[in-house]
């Protein structure tokens, strides 16, 4: 499955943004989709997880502020972002698997597919 992600932008402490990760799966709706983001230097480290439409799951950093949700359909997961912090700066990926065990959601290594990344700057 190819990934495509977009969004990415340049924006002030405390603003919004929605970060949108496209797929050519023909069977969307079987893979798990997560987001995770890297600065330079850092390990790539897990944001978030559609694991399907009702399950989502993410990181302590981010709980409360970031939303991840699936459009099947569309194919189109989306992360929305608000209370955006300068420590959110990063390059955005996202990975999709199909089958991903739920104690491995957070792991990188568990993702078959990757996105190109969409970079993040936020400004204090």
């Known amino acids: 499955v190819q990934l495509q992600a977009s969004g990415g932008g340049s924006v002030q402490t405390g603003d919004s943004l929605r970060l949108s990760c496209a797929a050519s799966?023909?069977?969307?709706?079987?893979?798990?989709v997560a987001w995770f983001r890297q600065t330079p230097g850092k390990e790539r480290e897990f944001v978030a997880v559609s694991r399907n439409t009702a399950n989502s799951y993410y990181a302590d950093s981010v709980k409360g502020r970031f939303t991840v949700s699936r459009d099947n359909a569309k194919k189109t997961v989306y992360l929305q972002m608000n209370s955006l912090k300068p420590e959110d700066t990063a390059v955005y990926y996202c990975?999709?698997?199909?089958?991903?065990?739920?104690?491995?959601?957070?792991?990188?290594?568990?993702?078959?597919?990757w996105g190109q990344g969409t970079l993040v700057t936020v400004s204090s």
């Open positions: 799966a023909q069977i969307f709706s079987n893979y798990r």
């Open positions: 990975a999709a698997s199909q089958s991903v065990i739920f104690s491995r959601l957070g792991e990188k290594e568990a993702y078959a597919n």
